[in-house]
């Protein structure tokens, strides 16, 4: 079935090859040059999917209100001299009977395989302050693709060296955390994964729909009485690994924090 994709791209590499490659599967595909242009987009036609690749200077909205409502693009900044770069897939629209599992694991995957191609000049690097965003249905497929792209952009960033490091072990129990037992497996709840990272540190925040629970309230499974237990696992190793992690008050948004090696 034909999906509608927007691409939001301002330097025309992604939008080019993703262009040509949906294209030929039949999609059709809207490209914006910047956050304001895919506003426009947005106010007269809905998509399936929404990819957005930009620098701050086209982060900005013109209009001066920052705060839109618009979850699926990147969110506006005031400043268009920020070093930031938004990077987003957002999939607005996913039904079992029109969006199939395999269908959309291709297209995300396909979109991060070509993402990590491109690279970044070091001296960009060094300054870099990037925000990467998802917000995908629960579906444990999906998660591979997601944590492999990350740990490339983070260790690409100088956060960490992944053959020394646990983080996506972390990570790896985060995600599926957040699908398994906040969502339950249910696909038509989406998954907000938002990772925050310059040369300093890695800042990762995974928010599930679920109804969230007491951290306070899992058994402790260093405690005798709870060593074959499986639950609370999870949260001591995300714990052991990361420098910082916080839940909200309702429990269904983790914060975790992983401190850069070479500082």
């Given at each position: ?96 009977n029109e969006f199939t599992e395999d269908e959309l ?20 690097v060094q300054n870099l302050r990037e925000k990467i ?131």
């Amino acid at each position: 079935m034909q999906k509608k994709i927007l691409i939001v791209d301002d330097h025309d590499d992604l939008s080019t090859v993703l262009t040509g490659e949906f294209s030929e599967l039949g999609h059709l595909i809207k490209v914006a040059e910047s956050r304001d242009e895919a506003v426009t987009f947005l106010e007269d036609e809905n998509f399936d999917l929404i990819i957005t690749d930009l620098d701050g200077e086209h982060l900005t909205d013109n209009g001066g209100d920052t705060d839109d409502g618009i979850t699926c693009l990147p969110e506006a900044i005031p400043d268009s001299r920020s070093t930031i770069k938004a990077f987003k897939i957002c999939v607005s629209n996913y039904k079992n009977n029109e969006f199939t599992e395999d269908e959309l694991k291709n297209f995300v995957e396909t979109t991060l395989n070509h993402k990590a191609k491109f690279v970044d000049q070091k001296e960009i690097v060094q300054n870099l302050r990037e925000k990467i965003e998802f917000e995908i249905p629960s579906l444990i497929s999906l998660m591979h693709g997601i944590l492999d792209y990350l740990m490339k952009r983070v260790e690409k960033i100088g956060v960490v060296n992944s053959e020394n490091s646990n983080l996506f072990i972390a990570l790896d129990e985060a995600f599926v955390n957040a699908v398994k037992h906040g969502n339950k497996f249910d696909a038509t709840k989406l998954l907000r994964i938002t990772a925050e990272v310059s040369p300093k540190e890695a800042r990762f925040t995974i928010e599930d729909e679920g109804e969230g629970f007491n951290v306070a309230e899992i058994p402790d499974p260093t405690n005798v009485e709870n060593l074959f237990k499986t639950s609370g696992r999870g949260v001591l190793i995300i714990h052991n690994i990361m420098d910082e992690v916080r839940y909200n008050e309702r429990g269904n948004r983790l914060e975790m924090i992983k401190k850069s090696e070479n500082i």
